[in-house]
């Protein structure tokens, strides 16, 4: 056997460690062993492409990969222990445009030095097809760099976080795939191109980084979770197309594993929300109703009643079942911490405390999750939606901490509702609906909800941790 | 969510679509064919694998997929490895050092994605506790 088919059988070794690093998650006591198996199967990818190229390792290459890894891992490891959990939105999305960012470089690094990745034939040209192989690494991987800096930005609050709608945008993302795929086919067919020489594919990586904020920008709010699902999921498409390039079995193993993770959640996260993944992507939802959401806001004058810390506390104390719907507000105002204490004195008290996690709750997928484990709630105490749903009836309050249309009623009994048959956690079916809000608003959806309204609910106007705290004190 | 005949249908004859071209005349099969092979069976283990995560582990799972996809610091190393040993036209010679250069910045990102993915994986993943009855028994008594 020659070292390069050693190397690749390593390399196949490496994508099985990363399946199983994947598997681990299935439950959180296997995870942190596959982590681990993950990181050995990145080790031995790296090490095997070292052993490789082993020959060019003169001075200077070894200071530029060694320069490369110990900057980026240095960067990478301290952002990795400094970063808030509320902040992990923002850092996957930055972590996807840097994914997308090594694959644009790496691709364009084959074609300029074919030689290296083996892609040259006896006349020193490059096949029509290595070129589309790179040109489609280039592409998914700057429309990844370019929407996923768009999402960070978002979500990180630097930028808008609503849609910002471009004028004629379908029209304009149609015209730019259209070129883009022009001048895939004339690199593929440029004799020049072929050669290595020519700027068509600098111009396909231009114009595809300006087809991922056109992509992003008009998609904002609660969609966001299904972008960075998607982005993470162009990441890996891009790392497959730079597979096919370098015939690496780790790469497409990789690539399309990651693909599909982030296709399944972006589907899961759709289905939570009843809508049809072409029509999030199309984006501009939330903006052309929320103007008349606002109005119908606006003439709503019926009386709702709104309790003090106190009474909640009064309440609280004396039921035996509570069953507790965080959302994104928790998120924005940090109230994890205190969540989870005023679960402990209601424990304390004796009586039964329960989460209840809707799918599209917060920014990401599992965001809630993440915040109640930081705030060390167990996580056997915390439900999906539909384990949870039925045990409502049974509970005596149902406490709603910056949530809102994931709880909307109209989902379920209103037809003319904009989320009507978006599947909700059906917190009515509870003695008493108390609702952590800072206003009585409409929601992200621009929908209005009539729980606010029921005689069984009690609205807590206030910043989410402040309630929460004086909750606390008074029990 | 139960796989359809179809899907393993599918699957069964891509598996076998190769091996039959192969045995099926003296030609060698196209590389590209096994690459697009594995390239759509690991789309499906994939889909497998993922379905079996639990939603709470959801914003782990993504940034874990973070990190491994760092592994294109595989193409990364082998471009800052070009070698301009025995080039002699300059043209050449500078494209060369464009794609080492390329390389490097490639490892930089591909990098800072394996680290920081892997290690705030392991972080998150630190924090997930199962309810502790023994301790709480301890207390009561």
């Not at chain 1, 200077?60 to 509320?86: C, D, E, N, R």
């Not at chain 1, 501009?284 to 004058?301: E, I, L």
């Not at chain 1, 008290?349 to 920014?363: L, N, S």
């Not at chain 1, 009623?409 to 956690?425: C, E, F, H, R, T």
Request: proline share 4%; aromatic share 8%.
């Amino acid at each position: 056997m020659s070292a390069i088919d050693i190397s690749a059988l390593l390399y196949l070794v490496s994508a099985v460690l990363f399946i199983f690093s994947i598997r681990g998650l299935s439950s959180p006591e296997t995870a942190r062993n596959g982590n681990m198996l993950g990181i050995i199967g990145m080790v031995l990818a790296a090490g095997t492409t070292v052993f490789l190229v082993r020959e060019h390792l003169d001075p200077t290459t070894f200071g530029l990969i060694a320069g490369g890894i110990i900057i980026g891992g240095g960067v990478g490891s301290v952002l990795a222990q400094k970063a808030p959990m509320t902040a992990m939105p923002q850092m996957v999305g930055m972590f996807n445009a840097l994914g997308g960012m090594a694959s644009l470089l790496a691709g364009l690094a084959a074609f300029y030095a074919p030689a290296a990745f083996g892609l040259i034939d006896a006349e020193g040209l490059m096949s029509p097809r290595s070129l589309v192989e790179m040109s489609l690494s280039v592409l998914i991987g700057a429309v990844t760099f370019s929407g996923s800096v768009i999402a960070a930005l978002k979500l990180n609050g630097s930028i808008p976080g609503g849609p910002i709608i471009l004028p004629a945008r379908h029209l304009l993302n149609l015209l730019i795939l259209l070129v883009l795929i022009g001048l895939i086919v004339m690199l593929a067919i440029s004799p020049d191109a072929q050669a290595g020489n020519g700027y068509l594919l600098v111009g396909i990586a231009a114009l595809a980084l300006v087809a991922g904020i056109t992509l992003v920008i008009p998609i904002g709010g609660a969609d966001m979770p299904v972008v960075i699902s998607m982005l993470n999921s162009y990441s890996g498409w891009a790392a497959a197309a730079l597979g096919f390039t370098l015939s690496n079995f780790a790469l497409i193993v990789v690539g399309a594993i990651v693909g599909a993770s982030g296709a399944i959640l972006s589907y899961i996260m759709c289905k939570a929300m009843n809508r049809f993944f072409v029509s999030v992507i199309a984006g501009g939802f939330g903006a052309d109703d929320a103007a008349t959401g606002g109005a119908g806001g606006g003439v709503d004058d019926r009386p709702v009643k709104i309790g003090s810390a106190e009474d909640a506390a009064f309440i609280l104390k004396n039921s035996s079942k509570v069953i507790i719907v965080p959302g994104y507000g928790m998120a924005v105002a940090q109230a994890q911490h205190a969540l989870k204490e005023m679960g402990d004195k209601l424990k304390e008290e004796g009586v039964e405390v329960a989460y209840a996690i809707h799918p599209v709750a917060g920014r990401m997928p599992g965001h809630m999750n993440v915040l109640l484990a930081e705030a060390q709630v167990p996580y056997d105490e915390i439900f999906e939606m539909d384990d949870i749903n039925s045990q409502f009836k049974q509970a005596d309050v149902a406490f709603v901490i910056g949530a809102n249309d994931v709880t909307n009623p109209g989902a379920k009994d209103d037809p003319q509702s904009p989320i009507y048959g978006m599947p909700v956690l059906e917190v009515w079916n509870a003695g008493t609906t108390m609702f952590i809000k800072r206003s009585l608003a409409s929601g992200y959806a621009g929908v209005q909800n009539e729980l606010f309204y029921r005689d069984n609910t009690m609205m807590l106007l206030s910043d989410a941790k402040k309630m929460v705290e004086n909750i606390v004190k008074a029990l | 969510m139960s796989i359809s005949r179809t899907g393993w249908a599918v699957l069964a004859a891509l598996c076998l679509t190769p091996a039959a071209f192969a045995a099926s005349g003296n030609e060698q099969v196209d590389p590209m064919i096994f690459r697009i092979a594995i390239f759509i069976l690991a789309a499906f283990i994939g889909y497998y694998v993922v379905w079996a995560v639990t939603p709470a582990l959801h914003t782990p799972l993504m940034s874990v997929t973070n990190a491994i996809s760092g592994v294109v610091i595989v193409g990364a190393i082998i471009a800052a490895t070009a070698s301009v040993l025995g080039e002699s036209n300059p043209e050449i010679v500078n494209k060369i050092w464009a794609a080492k250069w390329l390389g490097a910045a490639s490892i930089a990102f591909a990098s800072v994605n394996i680290f920081g993915g892997f290690l705030v994986t392991n972080r998150m993943l630190a924090m997930y506790k199962k309810k502790e009855r023994p301790a709480k028994k301890a207390d009561a008594a």
